[in-house]
């Protein structure tokens, strides 16, 4: 009865994200409505690091592309009552990375040692609708694009570019194993893209380690700064009782020897990202491979939370497919999303509070799209974005883990747009259009209650 119960629900589940084919949305000040869920969202949090929402809130000021950035609990709201006419069952449930935009992407050195440009952000990772990863990222195009200076049309052509490098790359993983070792290289990209990739050269171990450390009386210790504060003793112990459980996370095929994980420093890292400010974040020193002081990693420990893609997709990824952990959930995600992902990728829980955990690597190199400064440099940028999308969906399905997704999504998508693409393009070019205007009035509205001095958190 069970089994049968658990199909019934995963029906349930995935026909509430298909619906009738999406239709025109006219973009509405909403006032009320924004300030309210933005106050709903945060507010969990302004006893813990009430300092780093007013953080959040200053940067999310800065114009819609920031705005958008700090609120995806805002589009999965809407997305929840907006569909496609090119979902099924099957592309209705993809692993999503749940917050695609310019600013979630870079250049990252993997655990084999290739340089590559991939997705850098899996918080949200989820399952849901393949379409809702196609349309926040052609949104973050339109809203970024449009802070470049760049008209209207073009804006129109680079999202439209976007979506048939994503679409044409669907096809042709379509039916073949080609996603399993599909990497984006210097030998496969251009422009800004490249250079991304190209400025990991000049990053070293070192460089990082100096960055936020120094050597005293010969052990290395995190520096003095306001944005590593120093930890309680009572803090500190919770955290290095809690490295067991995270070591235990770690395949064993993949672990190191305790050592590795030896605790060395730890501090609360203040002022990172957008969306997550609020939320614990700490740096943890580690010993590495070896006691010299040369080799020693840092962690990045994250509170970890329900994806925001869940307001829209209710229980599609089931809480059993990740242990009821959040920190498992993002986890999974990377390492699903992820070719040759990094090895210290895992999670624990310190205090009833889940955390994921990963590398602070030495080699990654964040996406600048203000160093776009030409309609030919962005094509070339969306044309990239469009395969970095197509491959964390097609590498997320069946070729991860069959108990999971069972399903391929490259060929399912290929099929259903088969002989379709204009009318996929022109689709999620309306959606994005209306969206992006509509992110623009809910900007224009939290702007105004910001510097009204409305508590917003």
Same mark, same amino acid.
């Given at each position: 009865?069970?089994?049968?119960?658990?199909?019934?629900?995963?029906?349930?589940?995935?026909?509430?994200?298909?619906?009738?084919?999406?239709?025109?949305?006219?973009?509405?000040?909403?006032?009320?409505?924004?300030?309210?869920?933005?106050?709903?969202?945060?507010?969990?949090?302004?006893?813990?690091?009430?300092?780093?929402?007013?953080?959040?809130?200053?940067?999310?000021?800065?114009?819609?592309?920031?705005?958008?950035?700090?609120?995806?609990?805002?589009?999965?709201?809407?997305?929840?009552?907006?569909?496609?006419?090119?979902?099924?069952?099957?592309?209705?449930?993809?692993?999503?990375?749940?917050?695609?935009?310019?600013?979630?992407?870079?250049?990252?050195?993997?655990?084999?040692?290739?340089?590559?440009?991939?997705?850098?952000?899996?918080?949200?990772?989820?399952?849901?609708?393949?379409?809702?990863?196609?349309?926040?990222?052609?949104?973050?195009?339109?809203?970024?694009?449009?802070?470049?200076?760049?008209?209207?049309?073009?804006?129109?052509?680079?999202?439209?570019?976007?979506?048939?490098?994503?679409?044409?790359?669907?096809?042709?993983?379509?039916?073949?194993?080609?996603?399993?070792?599909?990497?984006?290289?210097?030998?496969?990209?251009?422009?800004?893209?490249?250079?991304?990739?190209?400025?990991?050269?000049?990053?070293?171990?070192?460089?990082?380690?100096?960055?936020?450390?120094?050597?005293?009386?010969?052990?290395?210790?995190?520096?003095?700064?306001?944005?590593?504060?120093?930890?309680?003793?009572?803090?500190?112990?919770?955290?290095?009782?809690?490295? /067991? &459980?995270?070591?235990?996370?770690? !395949?064993? #095929?993949?672990?190191? $020897? %305790?050592? *590795?994980?030896?605790?060395?420093?730890? @501090?609360?890292?203040?002022?990172?990202?957008?969306?997550?400010?609020?939320?614990?974040?700490?740096?943890?020193?580690?010993?590495?491979?070896?006691?010299?002081?040369?080799?020693?990693?840092?962690?990045?420990?994250?509170?970890?939370? /329900? &994806?925001?893609?869940?307001?829209? !997709?209710? #229980?599609?990824?089931? $809480? %059993?497919? *990740?242990?009821?952990?959040?920190?498992? @959930?993002?986890?999974?995600?990377?390492?699903?999303?992820?070719?040759?992902?990094?090895?210290?990728?895992?999670?624990?829980?310190?205090?009833?509070?889940?955390?994921?955990?990963?590398?602070?690597?030495?080699?990654?190199?964040?996406?600048?799209?203000?160093?776009?400064?030409?309609?030919?440099?962005?094509?070339? $940028? %969306?044309?990239?974005?469009?395969?970095?999308?197509?491959?964390?969906?097609?590498?997320?399905?069946?070729?991860?883990?069959?108990?999971?997704?069972?399903?391929?999504?490259?060929?399912?998508?290929?099929?259903?747009?088969?002989?379709?693409?204009?009318?996929?393009?022109?689709?999620?070019?309306?959606?994005?259009?209306?969206?992006?205007?509509?992110?623009?009035?809910?900007?224009?509205?939290?702007?105004?209650?910001?510097?009204?001095?409305?508590?917003?958190?």
């Amino acid at each position: 009865m069970s089994t049968v119960f658990q199909r019934l629900s995963l029906l349930l589940a995935v026909s509430a994200v298909i619906a009738l084919p999406l239709t025109a949305q006219a973009a509405a000040s909403r006032s009320t409505w924004v300030t309210q869920n933005i106050y709903s969202f945060n507010h969990p949090y302004a006893a813990q690091l009430p300092q780093e929402l007013s953080t959040k809130m200053d940067k999310m000021s800065v114009g819609p592309f920031a705005f958008y950035r700090g609120t995806a609990h805002l589009f999965y709201q809407d997305v929840k009552t907006r569909s496609s006419a090119y979902t099924d069952s099957t592309t209705a449930k993809v692993w999503l990375e749940g917050d695609m935009h310019l600013q979630n992407v870079g250049a990252i050195k993997d655990a084999s040692g290739n340089k590559v440009f991939d997705v850098s952000d899996f918080d949200e990772g989820y399952w849901g609708p393949y379409t809702w990863d196609v349309w926040r990222m052609a949104v973050s195009i339109l809203l970024a694009a449009k802070e470049q200076g760049i008209s209207s049309s073009d804006r129109d052509a680079l999202v439209d570019n976007f979506v048939e490098s994503y679409l044409d790359k669907m096809d042709e993983f379509s039916g073949n194993d080609g996603e399993k070792s599909y990497r984006l290289t210097t030998g496969n990209t251009a422009g800004e893209v490249e250079n991304t990739i190209q400025a990991l050269d000049s990053k070293s171990r070192s460089k990082l380690l100096d960055k936020y450390s120094s050597i005293v009386s010969g052990a290395r210790k995190f520096l003095n700064a306001s944005d590593l504060q120093v930890l309680s003793t009572t803090s500190y112990n919770a955290i290095n009782t809690a490295m /067991s &459980s995270y070591i235990s996370s770690i !395949a064993s #095929s993949k672990r190191y $020897a %305790t050592s *590795y994980y030896k605790l060395k420093d730890a @501090r609360l890292k203040l002022g990172s990202g957008v969306g997550s400010l609020g939320r614990y974040r700490y740096y943890l020193l580690i010993e590495g491979p070896s006691t010299s002081t040369s080799d020693d990693v840092i962690l990045e420990m994250k509170q970890s939370v /329900s &994806s925001s893609v869940a307001i829209a !997709a209710g #229980s599609l990824m089931p $809480a %059993t497919a *990740y242990s009821s952990h959040q920190g498992k @959930r993002i986890a999974l995600t990377l390492k699903a999303q992820t070719l040759s992902a990094d090895v210290l990728t895992g999670w624990t829980t310190v205090s009833g509070v889940n955390y994921f955990l990963r590398e602070k690597s030495p080699f990654q190199e964040d996406f600048d799209y203000t160093a776009l400064t030409s309609y030919s440099e962005w094509m070339d $940028a %969306t044309d990239t974005f469009g395969k970095v999308v197509a491959k964390i969906h097609a590498i997320s399905d069946k070729d991860y883990d069959t108990a999971l997704i069972a399903s391929g999504a490259d060929k399912a998508i290929s099929d259903i747009t088969n002989g379709k693409h204009d009318q996929f393009r022109a689709e999620v070019r309306s959606f994005a259009k209306d969206y992006a205007t509509q992110v623009e009035y809910d900007y224009a509205s939290f702007r105004s209650a910001y510097l009204a001095g409305q508590t917003l958190y």
